[in-house]
């Protein structure tokens, strides 16, 4: 007996033992072969998951990136304002004492 596929050993002077193995065989190729095929749809369909969760994201990161550039530039021209709001009460200040 066959200990890893727990068949019959196969004997040359028995045709009808070697045709059943044959066929056993054949069944466990093609049941592997489906199992295989049915994990490769499986691993594709969450490629495309992945894929499009990714592309959902880099979208997302683009957006966050553009608006904190804008952001930015906001609070840098508020505080250019400010400063010339300082400058411009300092100067007052500055003429008043002299």
Sequence with gaps: MDEKLGLPAPSPSNPQLLSETAAQLSSLVDDVIQQAQGATENMLRMIS????????????????????????KTLEEERERFQNAAMNVLAMLTGENN
Aim: net charge negative; proline share 0%; glycine share 4%.
């Design 49 to 72: 998951e992945i894929d499009e969760s990714s592309n959902g994201i880099t979208e997302e990161m683009a957006q966050s990136k553009e608006s904190t550039i804008n952001r930015k």
